[in-house]
């Protein structure tokens, strides 16, 4: 069969019409950024241009109009530390943060029941309480603001400086229903890491990632590390009930036996407990070897993990708009973990 391409017809160019462009292996919208809007606005969209807004991946996502204005300046504010603004709101932050966990620690001084409470302390029972509420409102306002300048606030909720951020607040008001609940604002201590981003330390940022990295991939060889060391310890345990109960009234059962176990192999050695005879003192010296041998183990496993990390490029201190994460590249473009454009 024959085929000649003068046989197929081709389109004749319209007169007055754009003049023809090269291809360059990606689609070229010919309507500019906000004409592009107007006109999804007014019903000619991005299915005009042979687009489907519908999907569009998170990478192909464009920056939208809703973050201009008072968002993405309050986003530049609370999130980024490259402004002066943005590193003065970070430092006044971290110093409310480290005067109310210190409040936490002077309120807690003559709280245990029957220990007597000193007088400086009763003086100031008033003042630290109202120190108390008024930081966590200042956090309760900081964290609805974190929320109203992301595009996606439940990204950021559910991030783990989210979670640290709303479970610094909530035991002000767990301490109205449960006594004591309060104590547990000490959590707010967590929301100082964010001085390696204000300070623009990114090189310990790094080293943090790779630290984490490293775990998440020996994750496997720590699990079943671990679990041989628990088997190990119960067996231990139970053996070491069935040599010393006859004899040492303090391993009365195996649990008893067992919470020795995991402390020597540990190299704890709490001396609450300790074997009388001597095959049960042999026992021991084995367990106290034996958790040195744990020891090398263990970082060996995560000592391979972080030299296999450590060839990872650099970060910045950069915080995506949409979910509020860190830790991306230098010369990133979108965020790793949501897509978002930066």
């Not at 034996?290 to 000592?303: A, E, H, Q």
């Not at 979910?323 to 473009?333: F, K, N, P, R």
Request: some cysteine; charged content about 15%; overall charge positive.
């Amino acid at each position: 069969m024959s085929y000649n391409a003068a046989s197929v017809p081709t389109p004749e160019k319209p007169v007055g019409g754009p003049a023809a462009q090269p291809y360059t292996g990606r689609m070229v919208d010919p309507i500019p950024g906000p004409a592009r809007h107007d006109k999804a606005a007014s019903g000619g969209g991005p299915a005009a241009v042979g687009v489907d807004a519908d999907r569009l991946s998170p990478l192909q996502e464009p920056p939208t109009d809703d973050m201009a204005g008072w968002r993405r300046t309050l986003h530049t504010v609370i999130f980024e530390a490259e402004t002066p603004a943005g590193k003065a709101f970070d430092v006044v932050l971290l110093i409310l943060i480290t005067l109310s966990v210190l409040c936490v620690m002077v309120e807690s001084i003559g709280s245990a029941p029957g220990v007597e409470v000193p007088p400086w302390r009763r003086d100031i029972a008033a003042p630290l309480r109202i120190a108390e509420w008024t930081f966590t409102l200042l956090f309760t306002v900081e964290y609805v603001l974190r929320l109203l300048c992301v595009r996606r606030p439940r990204a950021y909720a559910l991030s783990a400086f989210g979670v640290i951020d709303l479970l610094a607040v909530l035991p002000t008001y767990l301490s109205l229903f449960v006594p004591g609940g309060h104590s547990l604002m000490v959590i707010r201590a967590l929301r100082l890491l964010r001085v390696f981003r204000v300070f623009k330390l990114g090189r310990y940022l790094s080293e943090a990632g790779a630290l984490r990295r490293a775990v998440w991939a020996a994750r496997a060889k720590l699990t079943v590390f671990l679990a041989t060391v628990l088997i190990l310890a119960c067996i231990m345990g139970t053996l070491m009930y069935l040599v010393e109960f006859n004899d040492n009234p303090q391993f009365r059962n195996i649990p008893q036996s067992i919470y020795w176990a995991i402390v020597t192999v540990t190299t704890v050695g709490y001396g609450d407990i300790s074997p009388v005879t001597p095959l049960g003192k042999l026992l021991a010296a084995m367990m106290m070897v034996l958790g040195w041998g744990m020891i090398i183990v263990s970082t060996g496993v995560l000592s391979a993990e972080l030299v296999q990390q450590s060839a990872h490029k650099p970060v910045t201190t950069q915080a995506c708009p949409s979910c509020g994460s860190e830790g991306h590249d230098t010369d990133a473009l979108h965020c790793k973990f949501c897509g978002a454009h930066l």
